[in-house]
């Protein structure tokens, strides 16, 4: 891909929005907080001008945006018809012509693939039409134990396409990680692979597979991948190729159901560090329209047709255990092609290397660039020279969420890209950092707008549509200081209930319980009143700033109080990875009722370093330095590895629970880990402390 598909003169699409907002329906504003307050006030008006904006179908029209203002229980665009799979299908003729690939692939044994948009569509037909010849009818599951891979997308798009409902575990899960998941819900057919090849290692999977089938009496139908190849198969399955090999007068004639706007898409969990994890329902509808107006406008990812011009290429890397897989596929929608990598991002772990990513990158001409704040973390503490990577000046964003970007991270991504357009010769603005907050739970809150500035360490704006605030201690909204983070309207990516949850309980209990109904304050003060609804709690910490840029500070669960101020823990990780000695860190603060807190902190060094007392003083004259002699720890540990879950995610909350005395098979799931194995040293030192204060 040459310059010339990169860099002609364009519009962002925040700007063409506002355009569009200007000439059809007169609506012109001085300023963004100007625009999102409106978004806001206005629900049914906004949501009415995104539909008609991204030129959304529905066979039927709907009688109402918005039925009742009221959380939960609101119900949108009713009366309308969509499908996840029509929205993305009616993009083949245009996109092919306009030689654009749907998807390109690659992964850990180099086997590039490109997925064209009238193949995606046949094979899509051919999967549909044999699900629905075993019986999957609309409102059916479908489970799938499947990596990164076209294949899933495709199976996606076909069980959707029929009205099924989908739900997807990474191979990177154990059995019962995976049981515990798709148990709840019940699937009809599942869909697996044989294996997956990571960090330089082939795993097999059919054992798992095999396993996963005993264990869900649910199932009636097993397809299996053969992505690995070689294996024996399994005894009554179907396999893949023979299943998407289907070409005929049926598959060219195939055309996605029209279902309700609410008619569930997919389930996706919670992280499950306690109990079992939380099957969250998203809707087609909500899904579809609520993704598109954040991934066109926010992300500014979308794409042009005509002939030889610019087309996106965007690329967010992930699992298909993290909800950032949805957000890589949601490109397709808007006939963006997809770039997707399947292995391990960091190398192995006897060849790790951090620019695997980038020069896959650099070699599909990738426009859009996104992973999670770890990543980009590890290539800087990596020392990587993005310079030396020809090619990587096609890239004209970096993506980050997950957790808290650290401004020195951004810093050193932004001089580095700076480095890429001069290396390259080209003349580039600086690169734009579209950092992302949000969750599993009900999509991005806070994220990036093109054309505003940039803070390192923070995000651009309050996304349009969502009235997210910080909430004070008496519930009330406050600007430039640390609060809950709430939602205070409803929006259609909401899930509408959790699979199974009778009576609500649980759905209620996990964010409204905290500003039920009449008891949240309004933005401008007073009472939301009884027949407001309640209001969302999300769990994380969050700042406003005065120019309306947002600061995530972590979970508000794993929050450090120390001596009567708050601080979120990804500030001191902020201070503590900033030393080039420290590779990770977490801290947990235990409270005691009548007594003082205990705050731990774990390191994890550079390999051949040992903490001794002068890095001690370094670690605390950091923290003394950065924040405040207060959260100076109690005591410092050196560790092999930071607990985390599959998604990334410190696990500070359990980690705290086990060294207040709860037995380890209560605060959390180790098949849901990403390295379970390292939980055996927390143990025994919460053992320890135990002893010690007893």
């Not at 992964?107 to 009238?118: K, Y």
């Not at 409102?139 to 997308?153: F, H, K, Q, S």
């Not at 600007?479 to 409803?490: A, F, K, N, R, S």
């Amino acid at each position: 891909m040459n310059d010339t598909h990169i860099s002609p003169p364009f519009v962002p699409q925040m700007r063409l929005y506002q355009q569009w907002l200007a000439e059809h329906r007169q609506l012109h504003f001085d300023d963004y907080p100007a625009m999102w307050q409106w978004s806001t006030t206005h629900l049914e008006d906004f949501w009415q001008s995104i539909w008609d904006y991204l030129d959304l179908q529905s066979p039927t029209p709907h009688s109402l945006v918005l039925e009742r203002n009221v959380m939960p229980g609101a119900r949108w665009f009713v009366g309308a018809q969509v499908n996840y799979a029509q929205q993305v299908l009616r993009h083949v003729d245009a996109a092919h012509a306009a030689g654009m690939p749907a998807i390109i692939s690659n992964n850990e044994r180099g086997q590039r693939r490109e997925l064209s948009w009238p193949e995606l569509k046949r094979q899509v037909a051919a999967l549909a039409l044999h699900l629905q010849a075993q019986g999957v009818a609309p409102g059916d599951r479908v489970a799938a134990y499947m990596p990164n891979i076209p294949e899933t997308m495709v199976a996606f798009l076909a069980v959707t396409s029929i009205g099924g409902i989908w739900s997807v575990c990474a191979p990177d899960m154990g059995t019962n990680a995976v049981v515990d998941r798709f148990k709840q819900i019940t699937p009809k057919v599942l869909i697996g692979v044989d294996g997956v090849t990571y960090g330089g290692k082939d795993l097999e999977r059919l054992g798992v597979v095999s396993e996963l089938r005993a264990a869900l009496p649910s199932v009636q139908h097993v397809v299996i991948y053969q992505n690995l190849g070689g294996l024996t198969p399994l005894a009554q399955t179907t396999d893949w190729a023979e299943v998407v090999a289907r070409q005929d007068a049926a598959t060219s004639a195939f055309e996605p159901l029209w279902m309700a706007f609410n008619h569930p898409l997919w389930i996706v969990y919670s992280s499950g560090t306690t109990g079992l994890p939380k099957p969250l329902v998203h809707d087609h509808g909500g899904t579809l329209v609520n993704g598109m107006a954040h991934k066109n406008l926010h992300y500014d990812v979308a794409c042009s047709y005509e002939p030889n011009s610019w087309g996106e290429r965007f690329i967010w890397y992930s699992s298909t255990g993290w909800v950032m897989w949805n957000a890589q596929l949601s490109g397709l929608l808007s006939g963006t092609t997809c770039v997707i990598y399947d292995g391990n991002p960091g190398g192995s772990k006897d060849r790790p290397d951090w620019g695997v990513l980038w020069r896959y990158a650099a070699k599909e001409g990738v426009t859009f660039f996104g992973g999670g704040a770890a990543f980009f973390a590890n290539c800087m503490k990596a020392g990587l020279d993005l310079s030396r990577i020809t090619g990587l000046h096609t890239i004209r964003a970096l993506g980050a969420t997950g957790s808290p970007l650290s401004a020195e991270v951004q810093q050193w991504g932004t001089a580095q890209f700076k480095a890429v357009y001069q290396a390259a010769g080209v003349e580039r603005p600086e690169i734009w950092w579209c950092n992302i907050s949000g969750g599993t739970d009900a999509g991005a809150y806070v994220g990036g707008h093109r054309e505003l500035p940039m803070v390192p360490g923070e995000m651009q704006c309050r996304m349009l549509g969502v009235s997210v605030h910080a909430f004070n201690e008496q519930g009330q909204p406050v600007i430039d200081e640390v609060g809950e983070l709430v939602v205070t309207q409803p929006l259609p990516c909401m899930p509408p209930f959790f699979w199974g949850d009778q009576d609500n309980q649980r759905y209620l209990g996990s964010y409204f319980d905290t500003y039920p109904a009449g008891v949240g304050r309004q933005p401008g003060g007073g009472d939301l009143g009884a027949d407001a609804g309640a209001v969302w709690r999300h769990g994380d910490w969050l700042k406003i700033t005065p120019e309306g840029r947002a600061i995530i500070y972590g979970r508000s669960d794993a929050t450090i109080n120390r001596h009567g101020l708050r601080m979120g823990t990804s500030e001191l990780y902020s201070a503590v990875e900033a030393l080039p000695e420290v590779l990770d860190s977490m801290v947990v603060d235990l409270e005691y009722l009548g007594k003082d807190s205990y705050m731990p902190l774990f390191v994890v060094l550079r390999e051949g370093l040992t903490l001794d007392q002068a890095l001690r003083e370094r670690l605390n004259a950091a923290i003394r330095t950065a924040l405040s002699p207060r959260f100076l720890p109690d005591d410092i540990y050196q560790v092999a590895e930071i607990p985390r879950t599959l998604s990334g995610k410190k696990q500070e909350l359990p980690i705290k629970k086990l060294m207040l005395g709860q037995p380890l098979e209560k605060v959390l799931n180790k098949d849901a880990m990403a390295n379970p194995a390292c939980l055996d040293w927390y143990v025994e030192l919460a053992k320890r402390h135990l002893a010690e204060k007893s």
